[in-house]
């Protein structure tokens, strides 16, 4: 994508991306993996994936970026807060998130969304930054779509 396109332009894109990507696709894991591949290479982000509950815990799912941490607990860290609130989380500086998981050192800002099957969480998308204050309002309002589109497909 262009990067003259102002952020809300790049979601607006990615959204129709997305749609078009699990359009007519019932594989779960193909569309965690293509959505993941679209927002890394949108947005450029340090590392974007998915967690999927599994029991008490979110197992890694389809995700872009280093090695991750496989499995999170319910209320911990970021993602693991996000589930048990059911809401999404931004943080501006992981380094002042109480309970933060440093799966890499390099992290510096996140943004975490609950992905809905019926009424429960299904799991999360999260993604990384490199940078501090990488997230806000906006990141929320389009992931949180892109994450409803999801569900659809559930």
């Known amino acids: ?80 807060t996000s589930w048990q609130e059911r809401r999404t989380i931004v943080v501006p500086d992981v380094h002042q998130f109480e309970g933060h998981i440093a799966c890499s050192s390099l992290s510096k800002s996140e943004i975490v969304t609950p992905v809905f099957q019926d009424d429960s969480v299904f799991g999360v998308l999260d993604i990384d930054s490199d940078e501090l204050n990488t997230f806000d309002a906006v990141d929320g309002k389009y992931l949180e779509e892109i994450c409803k589109m999801l569900s659809a497909t559930l």
């Not at 262009?2 to 894991?29: P, V």
């Open 1 to 80: 994508m262009k990067n003259n396109l102002s952020k809300e332009d790049k979601y607006k894109a990615l959204l129709q991306q997305s749609e078009a990507l699990i359009s007519g696709e019932r594989d779960l894991i193909a569309n965690l993996a293509n959505i993941t591949a679209a927002i890394r290479q949108t947005f450029g982000f340090f590392w974007v994936g998915f967690y999927l509950v599994k029991g008490s815990e979110l197992v890694l799912g389809p995700f872009q970026g280093t090695v991750a941490c496989t499995r999170i607990r319910f209320g911990r860290g970021v993602c693991g």
